[in-house]
């Protein structure tokens, strides 16, 4: 840590003039891809929408009201609040959260077993862990609901163990979209944990032990605060795409199930969407993820205090 | 009394490694016990056996009497400093001294009690709230020590403590670490490979290597009287010389050295004529004339010497196959000032030399 530090710094010394231009490319790309894009959609919420996709430049605040809204089929009633998108949403924060605890309780097991197992096989685990998610991620929920659905492997096992008179109707419930996302993004959660429990010092569980602590007290006294960082990355890395995911509630549920994302992808496709009300549900969805990494780097900075 | 510890052909292997084969020993009340090797001779092993982290492969640990064998390091009455603290990170001081009273169930006035009368007694007052990462090297060492001290163990068990300080750190902690041995009148075991630790604080000392414990005493004994080779080699600086068996009067053997000389040495026990073992004699023990001295003396030629402040370290050779090293105290007198390639005399302080039976 030191010697990295010290190099760094007389790297930095001998590129000091030049520094602000050898971050440029990296500038470059993070305001191409990333602040422009932003900026665009928040502009475009504040447009009026074009029938066939597309806007007009006219500035309006109608995509908002109309998310949260209801003024009647013509508009002229008076605005009473629109529960649907509220609903979806609200959903959406459900499942995101449900999916997130699931990984956790998967996935902190998981990455403890991997990084207390000898340090030559770490690396295979890890690698086991990471084979699925070379494959593409639509194949992979498509593979999801070919196992789930009523005459796929998971009934027919269940069916021929005669634990079950009839297929379970897994597929379109809230169930299948939890278990898509939960495989979707469980990596997510076990790599930055793994990462955690790695640096983890065993002989603070030793020492807990030494000092009359039993075992569950130390997990939850010693191990799960000091690891604490790690399991907060897992959960944010698994929390922030699954509340804006589409693919695992278009293909595994159904009317019931609708996400946010589908909602806003929904927007943008074909010829029938609306794109103002597209991008400002996107800037709705971007504030409440703001919202929680702005908890998360409070909590973070308070505890460096 | 019964022993503080009582240890029964304890022994613990690793897979094919034999890290202790069949220790015994008693440690007694209220001791500043040592256990003192080289890395890889088991004392730590045989520390985290007592401590419980580990299980044996054979033999029994009795504490006070009782088998503890068995039992979970969390039902053991005893504690332990590790050897870089290991103290929780998320904890401040009081909280991790608290710790193990929390553990144990103590009431909330209690531990309040303890922990300021722990703190006062390592002298941590100022940081009660601070975390570990805000202190020194020496300051951690203080909140381990007083963490493990807290819970009034029976026996503390300290792995290698101060290992990770700079030399006059370690040089305070050491008074520091015999004073609230005294104070607390806890049995301490102590591990470390320094053997001007383990001399300067301990009350007994165990000497191991290769998983054996090859001498018990107390320091004076081990330094004046190793009893092989080993230990005359590992505590303290030693000339070793190979050397037989020439006559033997009583405790007294006349040996032979390589070129012929003899020496008069104590034998660490009964030899008889013919053996052959080793002579080991201490630098210090060791006395450098220009003029032969009355009595036994062996000439020699003085070789490179080392400057070192109170003393000077001088190479003498006496022959084709021995050299010598002598430690001198530094003269005043220039005149006394001896040169490489001098022809020297060396002595021998009466009763200095011990013969070790191989």
């Known amino acids: 840590m030191a010697a990295g530090t010290g190099s760094g710094r007389t790297v930095s010394a001998t590129f000091r003039p030049i520094r602000g231009w050898l971050l440029l490319p990296s500038w470059a790309i993070i305001g191409f891809f990333m602040v422009i894009p932003v900026l665009l959609m928040l502009v475009y919420s504040f447009l009026t929408k074009e029938f066939r996709g597309g806007v007009i ?46 990984c956790l309780l998967i996935g902190f097991p998981t990455a ?18 990471t084979i699925p998610y070379w494959v593409n ?67 603070f569980s030793e020492a807990a032990s030494d000092l009359y602590a039993p075992k569950w007290t130390i997990l939850r006294r010693i191990v799960i605060p000091v690891v604490k960082p790690g399991i907060i990355a897992g959960c944010i890395l698994v929390f922030v795409p699954s509340l804006g ?61 | 009394m019964t022993a503080a510890i009582s240890l029964r052909d304890v022994r613990k292997t690793f897979g094919d490694f034999t890290a202790l084969k069949a220790v015994s020993f ?31 492969t054979g033999g029994t640990i009795h504490l006070y009497g ?104 370690r040089q305070e902690m050491r008074s520091e670490l015999k004073r609230l041995q005294r104070e607390t009148g806890i049995t301490f075991i102590f591990v470390t490979h320094d053997q001007e630790e383990a001399l300067s604080m301990s009350d007994r000392i165990a000497v191991m ?65 013919g053996q052959s073992g080793t002579l080991s004699i201490r630098p210090e023990r060791l006395t450098i004339t220009r003029d032969p001295p009355p009595g036994e003396s062996l000439k020699g030629v003085l070789g490179a010497s080392t400057y070192l402040g109170t003393d000077t370290h001088y190479e003498v050779r006496l022959g084709p196959n021995l050299s010598l090293t002598a430690r001198m105290q530094n003269a005043e007198d220039a005149a006394l000032r001896l040169d490489e390639g001098d022809p020297v005399h060396v002595s021998i302080v009466a009763g200095a030399a011990r013969f070790l039976v191989t």
Not at chain 1, 267 to 272: T, V, Y
Not at chain 2, 145 to 163: G, I
Request: with cysteine; hydrophobic share 50%; glycine share 8%.
């Open chain 1, 137 to 203: 991620l639509l194949i992979r929920t498509v593979s999801v609901r070919f196992l789930i659905r009523d005459n796929g492997p998971l009934n027919d096992f269940l069916l021929a163990l005669g634990l079950v008179d009839q297929p379970l109707g897994l597929i379109n419930t809230n169930f299948a979209v939890q278990l898509g996302l939960f495989y979707s993004y469980l990596p997510f959660m076990v790599l930055p944990i793994y990462a955690a429990v790695e640096r983890y010092n065993f002989a």
């Open chain 2, 66 to 169: 009782q088998e503890i064998e068995g039992l979970p390091p969390d039902r053991r009455p005893v504690n332990t400093v590790f050897q870089n603290y290991a103290l929780f990170p998320h904890m401040t001081v009081q909280e991790n001294i608290a710790f193990g009273l929390q553990m144990l169930k103590w009431p909330r006035a209690d531990i309040a009690a303890r922990v300021a009368e722990m703190v006062a007694m390592v002298r941590l007052g100022d940081f009660v709230h601070r975390k570990p990462a805000q202190m020194s090297g020496g300051q951690q060492q203080r909140v381990a020590l007083a963490r493990a001290m807290a819970p009034r163990p029976k026996v503390l068990l300290l792995d290698e403590p101060l290992s990770a300080l700079d030399l006059k750190l």
């Open chain 1, 112 to 129: 403890f077993f991997i990084a207390t197992r000898p340090a030559h096989t770490r690396a295979i685990w890890l690698f086991l862990i």
């Open chain 2, 26 to 56: 008693d440690i007694a009340d209220n001791e500043f016990f040592t256990l003192l090797g080289p890395s890889g001779c088991g004392k730590t092993t045989l520390l985290r056996l007592i401590a419980g982290f580990e299980g044996t």
């Open chain 1, 245 to 305: 995911a589409f693919l695992a509630p278009d293909l595994l549920g159904g009317a019931k199930t609708y996400m946010i994302g589908s909602l806003i992808e929904e927007q943008f496709k074909g010829n029938a969407g609306n794109w103002p009300f597209g991008a400002a549900a996107s800037m709705i969805l971007l504030s409440m993820v703001l919202v929680v990494l702005l908890f998360y780097a409070r909590g973070q900075s308070r505890e460096g205090a």
């Open chain 1, 57 to 102: 430049w006219e500035p309006t605040l109608a995509a908002y009201d109309q998310f949260l809204f209801d003024r009647g089929l013509f508009g002229d009633e008076p605005p009473t609040i629109e529960w649907a998108y509220i609903t979806i949403f609200i959903r959406s924060i459900l499942q995101a959260t449900g999916a997130t605890l699931l």
């Open chain 2, 209 to 273: 290597s290769a998983g054996e414990v090859q001498q018990i005493g107390r320091p004076s004994e081990i330094y004046e009287h190793p009893a092989n080779r080993f230990v005359a080699d590992f505590i303290g600086e030693t000339n070793l010389i190979d050397a037989t068996v020439e006559a033997v009067e009583g405790q007294i053997v006349t040996c032979r050295l390589p070129d012929g000389e003899t020496v008069h040495a104590l034998a660490n026990r009964a030899a008889s004529k």
